[in-house]
């Protein structure tokens, strides 16, 4: 069984462009999550999708947004790039629940220059 | 609230048992999870215990949750180099996702 898969592995971007980040989950697993690492912060909750519904979303500026297609892929954007939006973002699928046994893709590293 | 606590750095010698220890504040946990991060790669999901067990084991890991004073930890037998990594401990409640630890640096030496 493939694994998450996250495309592209890089990325690198200037201040104020738009960037969109591409997630595969699990075949057969409906939830998706996303999360922030960086040095600093650690890991951080973006938000989580299920059936094209967000039921979770973390503590981030409306900046950030996601979706869900019906064959459970996902995408995140992220608009008006910040220096600090340099990150390693992680995409995470589950059968059913955010949380709850999350596999993870390798991630997508993002430099904002 | 949801604040997960471990140590940042262990160092451990080849063949000898590494014990990582984490803990959380969220008595409403439901499941507690220990993942491995390689460098330039994402998290893989090494173990996981039910918030209503004491302890699990697999193969050379065994996870020991003690749900009184909050407190997780990860033993990993017989360290090998293949085992340096950072490990992050998680938990889950029922809002759809996981609040990690910072994560402990695992260095193996010869």
């Known amino acids: 069984k493939a694994g998450v898969t996250q495309t592209p592995r890089y990325l690198i971007k200037t201040r104020g462009q738009q960037v969109t980040l591409s997630c595969s989950p699990i075949?057969?697993?409906?939830?998706v999550s996303w999360y922030q690492q960086t040095p600093g912060q650690g890991l951080q909750f973006l938000f989580e999708?299920?059936?094209?519904?967000?039921?979770n979303k973390g503590n981030f500026p409306g900046r950030f947004s996601g979706r869900q297609f019906s064959n459970s892929r996902s995408e995140m954007n992220v608009s008006t790039l910040e220096l600090g939006d340099s990150a390693l973002y992680l995409c995470?699928?589950?059968?059913?629940?955010?949380?709850?046994?999350?596999?993870f893709g390798s991630g997508t590293q993002l430099s904002v220059l | 609230g949801e604040d997960v606590e471990q140590s940042l750095f262990l160092s451990v010698r080849e063949g000898d048992s590494s014990v990582i220890n984490c803990t959380y504040t969220?008595?409403?946990?439901?499941?507690l999870y220990w993942y491995k991060q390689e460098p330039g790669a994402g998290l893989q999901l090494l173990t996981y215990?039910?918030?209503?067990?004491d302890m699990k084991q697999d193969q050379r890991l065994t996870v020991l949750l003690n749900k009184k004073d909050k407190h997780l930890s990860l033993r990993i037998a017989d360290t090998q180099t293949g085992d340096s990594a950072i490990y992050f401990c998680?938990?889950?409640?029922?809002?759809?996702?996981?609040?990690f630890g910072a994560g402990t640096t695992v260095t193996v030496r010869a």
């Open positions: 995470a699928s589950s059968l059913e629940k955010g949380g709850e046994k999350l596999f």
């Open positions: 075949s057969g697993h409906r939830s």
């Open positions: 999708y299920f059936s094209e519904t967000q039921r």
């Open positions: 969220d008595s409403s946990s439901t499941y």
């Open positions: 215990i039910f918030s209503n067990m």
């Open positions: 998680a938990e889950s409640t029922n809002d759809y996702k996981l609040s």
